[in-house]
């Protein structure tokens, strides 16, 4: 996850923390998602940042607010990320990311980024843009840049992409899925949560949308600095499976009866 890290976002984040735009709490939300790498890696979940990698910084790297408005602390914290990448700097080429993505030889590092982009590519394309005036990321990577790789990387056009993307939505029913049993989680900081479904259909198909959750953090093990919505949403998690397994149990031994 990290190496993807580096080579999606990295570019655009050390872009936009470099920058004045940046504001003070997404250094602070950066800090806490490399804190949460470190307790996981150190609870032997099998997350590493791959062959060469340089050590994450310490738990507890980031203490204090840094302020982005400061020259010295955007410097300082850009390094702290690139070591804890295990990356000396990163590539802005263009051509250098093409390449990389077209070659089908075995790699050590970006495993999965080939295979990724050509799920988004063939069937449900996921891109995120930052074209909103207020975002505090960098606007480059629109739409038309995306879309561009996959006709540069497998020679799929713009619209095969769309038409991919039509079929799965009437495959498995887009944001109207007729589902059973299901509870769609999100975090509202999350970029994908407005592709899930975020208002219940039913008494069956439930949403839950946790304030300043990131992608999947509702996964991650506890933590003692774990928000109080996080740790409401886990609850709300937890009490509808509950309920979802008592009427099973019900049902089945009323089958059995």
Same mark, same amino acid.
């Given at each position: 996850?990290?190496?993807?890290?580096?080579? /999606? &976002?990295?570019?655009?984040? *050390?872009?936009? @923390?470099? +920058? *004045?735009?940046?504001?003070?709490?997404?250094? =602070?939300?950066?800090?806490?998602?490399?804190?949460?790498?470190?307790?996981?890696?150190?609870?032997? &979940?099998?997350?590493?940042? +791959?062959?060469?990698?340089?050590?994450?910084?310490?738990?507890?790297w980031l203490e204090q607010l840094l302020d982005p408005f400061n020259v010295?602390?955007?410097?300082?914290?850009?390094? !702290?990320?690139?070591?804890?990448?295990?990356?000396?700097?990163?590539?802005?080429?263009?051509?250098?990311?093409?390449?990389q993505l077209r070659s089908t030889e075995p790699q050590l590092s970006g495993?999965?980024?080939?295979? /990724?982009?050509?799920?988004?590519?063939?069937? %449900? +394309? %996921?891109?995120?843009?930052?074209?909103?005036?207020?975002?505090?990321?960098?606007?480059?990577?629109?739409?038309?840049?995306? @879309?561009?790789?996959?006709?540069?990387?497998?020679? @799929?056009?713009?619209?095969?992409?769309? $038409?991919?993307?039509?079929?799965?939505?009437?495959?498995?029913? +887009? $944001?109207?899925?007729?589902?059973?049993?299901? &509870?769609?989680?999100?975090?509202?900081?999350?970029? /994908?949560?407005?592709?899930?479904?975020? $208002?219940?259909?039913?008494?069956?198909?439930?949403?839950?949308? !946790? =304030?300043?959750?990131?992608?999947?953090?509702?996964?991650?093990?506890?933590?003692?600095?774990?928000?109080?919505? *996080? =740790?409401?949403?886990?609850?709300?998690?937890?009490?509808? &499976?509950?309920? /979802? *397994?008592?009427?099973?149990k019900e049902s089945q031994i009323k089958g059995e009866v």
């Amino acid at each position: 996850m990290a190496v993807w890290l580096a080579r /999606w &976002l990295g570019p655009l984040l *050390l872009v936009s @923390l470099w +920058g *004045l735009s940046a504001p003070a709490s997404l250094l =602070r939300r950066l800090g806490e998602h490399i804190q949460q790498f470190q307790e996981r890696s150190a609870q032997g &979940l099998g997350l590493s940042l +791959g062959p060469g990698a340089a050590a994450l910084p310490k738990v507890g790297w980031l203490e204090q607010l840094l302020d982005p408005f400061n020259v010295s602390n955007r410097r300082s914290f850009l390094q !702290i990320v690139l070591h804890s990448l295990g990356q000396k700097c990163l590539s802005f080429s263009r051509a250098e990311t093409v390449a990389q993505l077209r070659s089908t030889e075995p790699q050590l590092s970006g495993v999965g980024d080939r295979q /990724w982009l050509y799920q988004t590519c063939t069937e %449900f +394309g %996921f891109y995120v843009t930052c074209e909103n005036p207020r975002c505090p990321f960098s606007q480059l990577p629109a739409l038309p840049s995306q @879309l561009d790789l996959c006709e540069q990387v497998f020679g @799929l056009s713009a619209l095969s992409v769309a $038409q991919a993307v039509a079929q799965t939505n009437s495959y498995y029913g +887009g $944001q109207t899925p007729g589902a059973n049993q299901v &509870l769609f989680v999100n975090g509202d900081t999350d970029p /994908w949560h407005v592709l899930s479904v975020t $208002q219940a259909l039913g008494s069956s198909e439930s949403t839950l949308l !946790i =304030r300043t959750g990131s992608h999947c953090l509702d996964m991650a093990p506890e933590r003692p600095s774990d928000s109080p919505s *996080l =740790r409401l949403g886990r609850q709300n998690i937890f009490q509808q &499976l509950q309920t /979802w *397994l008592k009427l099973a149990k019900e049902s089945q031994i009323k089958g059995e009866v």
